[in-house]
């Protein structure tokens, strides 16, 4: 099976710093992964995703690494904004045909 | 497109009641998901179909649950009698392939009492 496990619960950053939340995997067989946004009363809402045979992939404010060797990814986020404040769910695919979530990191973005 | 449509938003119901959420997927979209969302156990899976048929439904907690799709257009997931312990969030997602962004509607808060 697969379970996913992020470092920290809660992360708060100045606002324009950049945060970065990690994020570790179990099952070295994933291959495809995806960092989820939710805020409150909403569901979770696609950031970016990168598959295994990848190592970075940037989006707009949006920076996701993956480290295959020690099942590690991070999403990195530049001048963060209130507006990112929520939490954060990595998710893994990798047998078994489902995507497991991660316990999420909220984010929290002070002024 | 409208996104992922989840009906009711809210749903209160008392301990042996029959509790029925509802998802419209995005259209197009082969695959529909239903989570559960807890703080204890943060996202679950508990059902997925492909093109109406249900794949994998391992993750239903037990018999009182079951879930449906009778056409490409809507899903249902019905618990009955339910417990105060099935109150979560309940998400449907979709998507187009198995392995691809999943897109999640808004989600129902069920409260048993």
């Known amino acids: 099976g697969e379970s996913v496990g992020l470092h920290l619960p809660t992360l708060s950053v100045q606002e324009g710093d950049n945060s970065i939340i990690n994020c570790a995997y179990s099952?070295?067989?994933?291959?495809?992964f995806i960092w989820y946004k939710q805020e409150s009363g909403k569901g979770p809402q696609f950031i970016i995703d990168?598959?295994?045979?990848?190592d970075k992939r940037q989006g707009q404010r949006v920076t996701v690494l993956l480290n295959k060797t020690v099942k590690h990814l991070s999403l990195q986020i530049a001048a963060t904004q209130p507006g990112d404040s929520a939490v954060y769910f990595c998710?893994?695919?990798?047998?078994?045909?489902?995507?497991?979530f991660g316990t999420g990191t909220q984010l929290k973005v002070e002024l | 497109d409208a996104g992922v449509i989840q009906s009711p938003r809210h749903e209160v119901t008392e301990m042996g009641q029959e509790v029925t959420l509802r998802c419209k997927p995005i259209?197009?979209?082969?695959?529909l998901f239903w989570y559960r969302q807890t703080m204890m156990r943060g996202l679950e899976l508990l059902i997925y179909?492909?093109?109406?048929?249900?794949?994998?439904d391992s993750g239903m907690p037990e018999d009182r649950f079951s879930a449906k799709m009778p056409n490409a257009s809507f899903s249902n997931l019905k618990i009955q009698p339910s417990e105060p312990r099935d109150s979560a969030v309940y998400f449907c997602?979709?998507?187009?392939?198995?392995?691809?962004?999943?897109?999640f509607g808004p989600g129902t808060r069920l409260t048993v009492l």
């Open positions: 997602a979709s998507s187009l392939a198995v392995v691809d962004e999943q897109f």
């Open positions: 259209s197009g979209h082969d695959y």
């Open positions: 990168i598959r295994s045979n990848m």
């Open positions: 099952n070295s067989a994933s291959d495809y």
């Open positions: 179909f492909n093109n109406n048929v249900p794949i994998d």
């Open positions: 998710a893994a695919w990798g047998g078994g045909n489902k995507l497991t």
